[in-house]
């Protein structure tokens, strides 16, 4: 009975290399940055036509992709794009890693007028491994650090302007008195995220004129850098419409509590938010390896999304 035991756990490794050895393994990671100010907001308004009065803030917003695979890989990858207004602006290949072929002449009948052929070869003796943070994906457990180090980008893309994804919100407000100051931030992740959005970390800078060793929070947690002169909060986890406060108050220098600043100039805390999100993606782009010349094998993939969302 032993025996057989042995031989059965045998017969499970040899299935399950073989399965790894017939599997396709794919890492995508978007990024979204999104700068809220007075002068993007402006900018962003005129080019949309929209109304001077409206109140609602415009951002500037960028998303960019990288896709990734594990070295010892040979493969054809399709992307294929069914937004609307077809989400991807720019895509580049990354030799020699990757290059990009013409299907023109496929015979394909399930292809795509979207359709972008990259031909993946990332075996040993064409690409260097490396094991650094940048290459690795946005969520990866510590069980699976050591395979994650090993993946390698292939290629990367640039999305239009028409790509405009809303995951959280932030909002801050400034009060100014003779020797106090006291600032307010919501942040809220939208209703209709699809994962929450997780290890969230806020940065708000202090200006010079304001005493940020002084800082007391209504929200534990809070630290002041004084070398940076940043105050950083980190939440592990922010479920889809949770909201976050922040409250901090500060004494202000008295070089600054003349009559004349105190009642025309507020200053000003930029606020930066930096989050992960798994499982997600925010464009419409679609990957799958291309039968006729992958045949018998399949394709596991992981996405993974990353915000920076800056509130100047």
Not at 39 to 57: A, E, P, Q, Y
Not at 114 to 133: F, G, M, N, P, Y
């Amino acid at each position: 009975q032993q025996q057989q035991q042995q031989q059965q756990q045998q017969l499970n490794h040899q299935q399950q290399q073989q399965q790894q050895e017939d599997t396709i393994y794919i890492t995508l990671k978007e990024q979204l940055t999104s700068i809220y100010d007075s002068t993007t907001t402006n900018s962003i308004s005129k080019f949309h036509n929209t109304n001077k009065n409206n109140k609602h803030v415009i951002p500037i917003t960028h998303v960019e992709g990288s896709i990734y695979t594990r070295p010892e890989s040979q493969f054809d990858l399709v992307l294929r794009d069914y937004s609307q207004h077809q989400h991807i602006q720019s895509l580049r290949a990354i030799p020699p890693r990757s290059e990009e072929i013409d299907y023109s002449n496929d015979s394909d009948h399930t292809a795509h007028y979207t359709d972008r052929i990259l031909r993946v070869c990332t075996l040993t003796d064409h690409v260097d491994v490396h094991s650094d943070a940048a290459a690795a994906p946005l969520h990866t457990s510590h069980h699976h650090r050591n395979d994650s180090n090993k993946l390698v980008k292939i290629a990367t893309y640039s999305c239009t302007h028409y790509l405009r994804p809303i995951p959280l919100l932030v909002k801050s407000k400034v009060q100014l008195d003779a020797s106090k100051c006291r600032v307010g931030i919501k942040i809220r992740a939208n209703p209709s995220n699809q994962s929450p959005l997780q290890d969230v970390s806020i940065l708000m800078a202090v200006p010079p004129d304001i005493q940020g060793e002084s800082v007391r929070l209504t929200r534990a947690g809070g630290v002041w850098d004084a070398m940076k002169r940043i105050v950083c909060w980190h939440v592990p986890i922010l479920a889809s419409g949770e909201l976050m406060e922040i409250q901090a108050q500060f004494d202000v220098c008295h070089t600054t509590t003349t009559k004349t600043t105190t009642t025309t100039t507020t200053p000003k805390f930029p606020v930066l938010v930096r989050c992960d999100a798994r499982n997600d993606q925010f464009s419409e782009i679609e990957l799958r390896l291309k039968d006729d010349h992958n045949g018998g094998i399949h394709m596991n993939l992981t996405t993974g999304v990353r915000i920076v969302h800056r509130k100047v």
